[in-house]
């Protein structure tokens, strides 16, 4: 006899326990163990009817990590259908970036099967990857995570995960700028790129943006009248233009405002005015239409340091410095939600994502901060 019978008290739909029918028998080929219910059986008689004119167990076989990641993270796979109803929302990028590491585990551990994998097996292949950072290893790590998660949807079967140590992250954040620094970076004799490039950097660190935020600016997001800048959207290193902020999706954009200080709104109005640009136009935009590319503003920032003087020996300064300095300077000045709120930084008190409806009430709770972003450079 291949199926064994045994009772079971199990819940009622009300709640109540109940005892029911259940068989059990072992795969011949992985000796695992698996139980069903015997459907109808109201007592041993017909439970042992119901097994008996069961088929022979068909073995039931692991199932190759391959074959379980082939349909994770397709578009309107069963899959990405399980992860919205979850509540688990990802964007394009992160998808692009979860599919990149699906293949690199499909092609280091494909043929394997999920039950056989180790922390040696996949740690002794990460540590071998010594060109890679540790965030990249770590990714990894999260994307087997949901190979793990997978797993039951399609073998039926429940694969315990492994307790992968994660990966220490010693990158060095990017320093600040001092104020002389700043005077000196943004000193016109410094300059040999031209207006268009020098504004972009003006507005990054007058308004605490990310770099993509600013390659990403169109005319429509200046509110003149109020000092301030909306801010939905960001530049992808190819160009492309999302809709929503940095962790943000189509669902949740993350929309925040900031402040623009007078001089600096003067000289983008004026900008906007001499190259005549439209509503839905970017702002720093190359002769084509398109916006600044990420790579030529990196070496323009480069160019200027060194043109400035300013000694980067032992200090990491980036594009991303002008964001470290503004929330710094801004800081000493006015309180930290205040700053959080300028800069779209994820906190208890902005939980609640944005919606363009609240947009003249968030330039009013900024206003405490005007007198603040207009003293950046002093």
Same mark, same amino acid.
């Given at each position: ?92 990028? +992160? ?5 990149? #590491?699906?293949? *690199?585990?499909?092609? &280091?551990?494909?043929?394997? =099967? $999920?039950?056989? /994998? ?60 001092? +104020? ?5 970076? #943004?000193?016109? *004799?410094?300059?040999? &790129?031209?207006?268009?490039? =020098? $504004?972009?950097? /003006? ?60 001089? +600096? ?114």
């Amino acid at each position: 006899m291949y199926y064994h019978l045994f009772k079971k008290t199990v819940k009622s739909k009300k709640g109540k326990p109940a005892k029911k029918w259940y068989y059990w028998w072992t795969d011949p080929v992985t000796q695992m163990r698996y139980q069903r219910i015997c459907k109808g059986a109201k007592n041993q008689e017909e439970a042992f009817a119901y097994i008996s004119q069961l088929p022979p167990p068909v073995a039931v076989r692991k199932t190759k990590i391959k074959d379980i990641c082939k349909d994770m993270f397709v578009p309107d796979s069963e899959h990405m259908y399980r992860l919205s109803q979850l509540g688990k929302k990802l964007g394009d990028r +992160t998808l692009q970036n979860y599919n990149r #590491f699906k293949k *690199i585990i499909i092609d &280091e551990f494909g043929e394997m =099967y $999920l039950e056989d /994998l180790t922390v040696q097996i996949v740690h002794g292949f990460l540590l071998q990857q010594k060109d890679k950072s540790a965030s990249w290893k770590n990714s990894i790590l999260e994307t087997l995570n949901y190979v793990y998660e997978e797993c039951p949807w399609k073998t039926n079967v429940t694969v315990p995960k492994p307790s992968f140590p994660r990966f220490v992250r010693n990158s060095k954040k990017a320093d600040i700028f001092t +104020t002389e620094e700043l005077n000196r970076f #943004f000193d016109g *004799i410094n300059w040999e &790129e031209g207006l268009r490039d =020098y $504004l972009l950097f /003006l507005v990054t660190i007058s308004c605490g943006l990310r770099i993509g935020e600013a390659r990403g600016l169109k005319v429509k997001q200046i509110i003149p009248e109020n000092n301030a800048l909306v801010i939905d959207g960001f530049c992808l290193k190819d160009g492309t233009r999302t809709n929503y902020n940095k962790k943000g999706s189509d669902e949740n954009k993350k929309l925040r405002v900031t402040l623009i200080p007078d001089e +600096t709104l003067k000289m983008l109005l004026n900008y906007i005015a001499n190259y005549n640009l439209s509503e839905d136009d970017f702002i720093f935009q190359r002769d084509d239409g398109s916006p600044v590319r990420q790579e030529y503003l990196e070496a323009v920032f480069k160019r200027v340091l060194i043109r400035a003087g300013i000694d980067k020996r032992g200090r990491k300064l980036c594009p991303h410095s002008f964001r470290y300095t503004y929330v710094t300077k801004m800081r000493s000045m006015v309180g930290g939600e205040t700053v959080q709120k300028l800069v779209g930084h994820t906190s208890i008190e902005m939980t609640e994502y944005y919606t363009r409806v609240s947009i003249p009430d968030m330039i009013k709770s900024l206003q405490i901060a005007v007198p603040a972003v207009n003293k950046l450079f002093e």
